[in-house]
């Protein structure tokens, strides 16, 4: 994989993700039901389980979650990456919902200051896992017609994973858990 190559498939990836976040803040303004529905889900399954933990616990639990939307975003172009892109966009569609209901709650320096400090770490993760995941969607294709080896592809971007997007999302979590609910307790 060229870097080139690469710096496509994080093009497409920023530009599904972007697109997901448009969608779900158009949903969340049109005032459907269905975003507060969305709302409560996530509260109820990701929220629920930290809410009372330490920030340490709570950092772990993160990395633990953003790791696995990682892996599947990555392991999500053995299909074809159709998995990759489904992932993308509802994550975007996600942050668009939320990102409408802080927007509401603590106006827009709430919403920067909860998401920049630790999404400068975590979203470069994100976007490079979508592009790896992609990259071996394409790596498959190659195979299959005889002009590729996908594992040995797969192994060097698996390598490039736990060299990048590991660290990035460690220290994603460490920042979310302990600096931004305090940058939170600024604006609110």
Known sequence: MSRQE?????AVAVVVFLLGIGAGYAVMASGDPAAEQLI??????????????TPAMIALKIFLNNLQACLVLF???ATFGILTLFILISNGVVIGVFAGEILDRVGLSGLALGLIPHGIFELPALFISAALG???ARSLLA???GMGDAAA?????GGLFLRIVVPLLA???????FI???LLQIVV
């Open 134 to 136: 992609l990259s071996l």
């Open 171 to 177: 220290l994603a979590a460490v920042i979310e858990a």
């Open 153 to 157: 592809d797969a192994a060097r971007m």
């Open 40 to 53: 409560e889900m996530v509260k109820e399954g990701v929220f629920a389980g930290i809410l009372d933990d």
């Open 180 to 182: 931004t609910p305090a």
């Open 6 to 10: 690469f710096a496509i498939y994080l």
């Open 143 to 145: 195979e299959l017609s």
């Open 75 to 77: 392991l999500g172009g």
